[in-house]
Nanobody, 123 residues
Framework: QVQLVESGGGLVQAGGSLRLSCAAS????????MGWFRQAPGKEREFVAG????????YYGDFVKGRFTISRVNVKNTVYLQMNSLKPEDTAVYYC????????????????WGQGTQVTVSS
């Protein structure tokens, strides 16, 4: 089993950057594909980015358009989301999640979830 804890959220002006971290407990972190999702008030949870078990391949939601980068360091049991050129519409609670299968974008296919970290982008 994996427990996930996100950090790094906060308030930033439009055009700014944030780096989210997700620390995982348990020795099986390296066997999970990892993803980031977000949920804004009144909206459904949305896929942001994913990274394969070995960290060699990444995939993103269409809206990212090169602004975000997901990475992982398995020896540190940590996955990151570097977010640049932030926009007010990026305001949401951001969640990291773990899945036993690579390439999944559906939240229902992720088995483990963190509690979320708030990102607020002011205009």
């Amino acid at each position: 089993q994996v427990q996930l804890v996100e950090s790094g959220g906060g308030l930033v002006q439009a055009g700014g950057s944030l780096r989210l971290s997700c620390a995982a407990s348990g020795r099986t972190f390296s066997t999970y594909a990892m993803g980031w999702f977000r949920q804004a008030p009144g909206k459904e949870r949305e896929f942001v980015a994913g990274i394969t078990v070995g960290g060699t391949t990444t995939y993103y939601g269409d809206f990212v358009k090169g602004r975000f980068t997901i990475s992982r360091v398995n020896v540190k049991n940590t996955v990151y989301l570097q977010m640049n050129s932030l926009k007010p519409e990026d305001t949401a609670v951001y969640y990291c999640a773990g899945a036993t299968t690579n390439w999944v974008r559906e939240s229902s296919k992720y088995d483990y979830w963190g509690q979320g970290t708030q990102v607020t982008v002011s205009s």
